[in-house]
């Protein structure tokens, strides 16, 4: 079998790129690529060119049948068509990856947790000069879930009722104003009413979010805040 794996990130978010792609067969480790990208960018856009430069590679070595595997919930839906692209500098790489993808005569995308994709994890890490993981360092990004990324101040979690009709979480700064809003995930309307988010989640959800050690809301970006995530996804 022929699989690609992928990763890319970004340090800070956005900032330096660094993408890592490991090609295998039967398990052999045919190609390994850690390259640093020119300029600045988010870590979605890393993503989408790890898994840009894999297909081209894999075409290069003329395989028709692959298995692309990635740790990013949000290229792997977005390339499958189950999550829209909502950002305009990911809507041309996604085009990109598409198109690459179907000169193949058969390519499947799949998600894998990051323990699974330790290779390429590592070889984006190395493009950056780090000898560890930078991109999921919880020291490094634990002020990001409940903070404002402004000023660092603590955010505030409040109901809000769309005009859909719509019940959703809006995190906002007392200084910068309005930061994001989460969907209405069904699971919690019974368990949060009108108690604090925070107190909730801490207490009754693991701290993890696709595969991160992350912190607070990131339960609610794991179940359905994943494309505006302000980390990885």
Not at 16 to 26: F, K, N, P, Q, W
Not at 188 to 201: G, H, T, V, W
Not at 213 to 230: M, P
Request: positive net charge; proline residues 4%.
């Amino acid at each position: 079998m022929k699989i690609i794996q992928f990763d890319g990130g970004a340090v800070p978010n956005p900032g330096t790129r660094g993408i890592g792609v490991i090609l295998l067969e039967d398990n052999h480790v045919l190609k390994e690529i850690s390259r640093k990208l020119d300029g600045i960018g988010t870590n979605n856009e890393a993503e989408y060119s790890a898994l840009i430069e894999g297909l081209k590679q894999a075409l290069a070595l003329g395989w028709t049948e692959i298995l692309v595997q990635g740790d990013s919930r949000l290229v792997v839906n977005q390339v499958a068509g189950s999550w829209k692209v909502n950002k305009d500098n990911l809507k041309p790489l996604n085009a990109e990856a598409k198109a690459l993808l179907s000169k193949f005569q058969s390519a499947k995308v799949e998600w894998i947790p990051r323990d699974k994709n330790a290779r390429a994890d590592a070889a984006a890490s190395r493009a950056l000069g780090f000898d560890e993981d930078p991109f999921h360092d919880n020291l490094h990004k634990r002020d990001i879930g409940i903070y404002c990324p402004k000023c660092k101040k603590e955010c505030v979690f409040e109901w809000v009722v769309l005009k859909t009709g719509e019940r959703s979480i809006k995190q906002s700064c007392s200084v910068h104003g309005y930061i994001r809003t989460a969907p209405m995930v069904p699971a919690y309307i019974d368990k949060i009413k009108s108690e604090s988010l925070l107190q909730y989640i801490n207490k009754d959800t693991p701290a993890k979010c696709q595969g991160c050690t992350k912190l607070d809301i990131c339960k609610l970006v794991e179940q359905g805040f994943a494309d505006i995530c302000d980390y990885r996804q």
